[in-house]
């Protein structure tokens, strides 16, 4: 069975950092680009960034409102994705799902607020 | 432009065919994607690469691309259809592009 599990969400400050973990397992990880998607409350889904497979060169693409505070990296001998983000603002704040096209996490919530 | 549109609501009568649409210039070039998101789930793919249906996902749900313009169809829809729907695609710059969903109402 595919399983996806994001963690590492929680309540943190304005300007400051969190990072979220989302451990696969059920298929080939390695070889499968990975997602990190958004859903603000009550909002719709908003691509954040994307991780090649390392056959691919591991290249990241992100969206231009995280470009340059958040960081995708994976671990392939832990099935694990990451997703290292600083500075946060209170606009971030909303459910962080891992994806692949087909197969999705149930979410972590963020939430940013003083 | 390097967005999709899809339209806030939708409603139909169980048992009838219910049609949502998608429209974005990406769509000429790209493949569409549907997902279904029911209310406080995570997303679930119903429709990859314009118009093939993932494993496990009924018969009922189809769509199609002519154009710019992509169409999820519900035939015979169900109450446990009820949900959000979203269109995805990518564009020639590799922007990542997600419609604002559409609420489908089955009732």
């Known amino acids: 069975e595919v399983q996806l599990v994001e963690s590492g969400g929680g309540l943190v400050e304005p300007g400051g950092s969190l990072r979220l973990s989302c451990v696969a397992s059920?298929?080939?990880?390695?070889?499968?680009?990975m997602n990190w998607v958004r859903q603000a409350p009550g909002k719709g889904l908003e691509w954040v960034g994307r991780?090649?497979?390392?056959?691919?060169?591991?290249?990241?693409d992100y969206a231009a409102p995280v470009e340059g505070r958040f960081t995708i990296s994976r671990d392939d001998s832990k099935n694990t994705l990451y997703l290292q983000m600083n500075s946060l603002k209170i606009e971030d704040t909303a459910v962080y799902y891992c994806?692949?096209?087909?197969?999705w996490g149930p979410g972590t919530q963020v939430t940013v607020s003083s | 432009s390097s967005e999709l549109t899809q339209p806030p609501s939708e409603s139909v009568s169980p048992g009838q065919t219910a049609r949502i649409t998608c429209s974005g210039d990406?769509?000429?070039?790209?493949?569409a994607y549907w997902y279904q998101q029911l209310s406080g789930q995570a997303p679930v793919l119903v429709i990859y690469?314009?118009?093939k249906r993932p494993s496990g996902i009924p018969e009922r749900f189809s769509a199609s691309t002519s154009g710019t313009m992509a169409t999820l169809t519900i035939s015979g829809a169900q109450v446990e259809d009820e949900a959000d729907y979203y269109c995805?695609?990518?564009?020639?710059?590799?922007?990542?592009?997600f419609g604002g969903g559409t609420k489908l109402t089955v009732l």
């Open positions: 994806s692949t096209v087909l197969y």
């Open positions: 059920g298929f080939t990880f390695s070889n499968d680009w």
């Open positions: 991780i090649k497979s390392k056959d691919d060169g591991e290249t990241a």
């Open positions: 990406a769509l000429a070039k790209k493949y």
């Open positions: 690469e314009d118009n």
């Open positions: 995805y695609s990518t564009d020639i710059s590799g922007n990542h592009l």
